[in-house]
């Protein structure tokens, strides 16, 4: 007799079409914008959750670049942040990874040092 392991009634059910939104919108910005679209035809707060996510991600992304671009042209101080922001962009590497493997798992866990104020930022999307 085939040993079949019954599911886990504690254990939540997870809508794939969530996940999939979740996973998507890790992918770029063009994903983001895609997943925010399929989030507005089937609402769930898993999706929710990981689109505030990573669109903070993202305007953190874009805030250090455009910080740099401003500083680079300074001469030796620019290159200096040149490789401080080598360190930063390695850590939203790192944190997105975290937040790209809550996706996939279909956890709504807050990504270290920001996820717990992307949801208030973003609360509007909801």
């Given at each position: 007799?085939?040993?079949?392991?019954?599911?886990?009634?504690?254990?939540?059910?997870?809508?794939?079409?969530?996940?999939?939104?979740?996973?998507?919108?890790?992918?770029s910005?063009?994903?983001?914008?895609?997943?925010?679209?399929?989030?507005?035809?089937?609402k769930?707060?898993?999706?929710?959750?990981?689109?505030?996510?990573?669109?903070?991600?993202?305007?953190?992304?874009?805030?250090?670049?455009?910080?740099?671009?401003?500083?680079l042209?300074?001469?030796?101080?620019?290159?200096?942040?040149?490789?401080?922001?080598?360190?930063?962009?390695?850590?939203?590497?790192?944190?997105?990874?975290?937040?790209?493997?809550?996706?996939?798992?279909?956890?709504?866990?807050?990504?270290?040092?920001?996820?717990?104020k992307?949801?208030?930022?973003?609360?509007?999307?909801?």
């Amino acid at each position: 007799m085939e040993n079949m392991a019954s599911p886990n009634p504690s254990s939540p059910v997870i809508d794939d079409n969530a996940k999939t939104i979740a996973i998507i919108s890790y992918l770029s910005l063009i994903g983001w914008i895609i997943a925010l679209v399929m989030y507005q035809n089937k609402k769930s707060s898993l999706a929710a959750f990981h689109l505030r996510q990573t669109i903070t991600l993202y305007a953190v992304s874009m805030g250090f670049w455009v910080i740099e671009m401003v500083i680079l042209g300074t001469g030796f101080l620019g290159a200096l942040i040149a490789g401080l922001a080598a360190i930063l962009y390695l850590g939203l590497f790192i944190l997105w990874i975290i937040g790209f493997i809550a996706a996939i798992n279909g956890q709504e866990k807050p990504i270290p040092l920001i996820g717990d104020k992307a949801q208030v930022w973003f609360k509007g999307i909801a």
